[in-house]
């Protein structure tokens, strides 16, 4: 298990604003280098090179991550739209199946599916490492490598992505008693590459 030190703690929530807000089931910063980024207007500028994302949620559950080429999912994201008013094929924002403790350090590019990143135990996560404080349950995943549809299915370097921006989406959700999707919380990230 990662156990965070005071001052990363300290700069951690400095920049996103320490746990979420009461209404918010999670929040979310980025770093690299072993440093936070600063994230303003829900754009922020990195190398192109590895970084985490950093997840803190209220206890055990999981949410949805895309990240993609394409701005659709982060537009609609930020004016708050429900899934059906963004995506043709709205149920396809699933979960991928990846394995636990992201062996692979990637992330896969695609304009609607979503990894399905959650903390059950210590054994059981897709993050690289993971804390706890309090109720609260911080997970860092590394970025290193990835793939996409088009790609296969062998990582590639993040350094060797095509594209200068990349456009993450995050939902967290719940089924209602007619097995129908409730969207609880949506935000959105592009990531500006440095050239």
Do not use: C
Request: proline share 5%; hydrophobic share 40%.
């Amino acid at each position: 298990m990662f156990v965070l030190t005071v001052f990363s703690f300290v700069e951690l929530f400095a920049q996103i604003g320490a746990y979420p807000e009461d209404d918010q089931w999670f929040s979310f910063a980025v770093e690299q280098n072993g440093r936070p980024v600063k994230i303003k207007n829900n754009r922020v500028r990195l190398e192109k090179a590895p970084f985490t994302l950093v997840i803190i949620t209220r206890g055990p559950i999981g949410l949805l991550v895309n990240f993609s080429e394409r701005d659709t999912l982060f537009k609609g994201f930020l004016k708050n739209k429900v899934l059906a008013d963004i995506l043709e094929q709205p149920d396809r924002f699933m979960g991928m199946g990846e394995e636990d403790l992201n062996p692979d350090e990637k992330i896969v590019i695609d304009d609607h599916s979503a990894h399905y990143v959650y903390y059950e135990n210590t054994a059981s996560h897709r993050f690289s490492n993971i804390a706890i404080e309090g109720e609260y349950v911080i997970g860092r995943r590394l970025i290193s490598n990835y793939t996409s549809r088009t790609s296969g299915d062998e990582p590639i370097p993040i350094k060797q992505l095509p594209a200068d921006e990349l456009y993450l989406s995050f939902m967290y959700g719940d089924w209602d008693e007619n097995y129908n999707r409730v969207e609880l919380q949506k935000e959105a990230l592009k990531v500006i590459f440095r050239k």
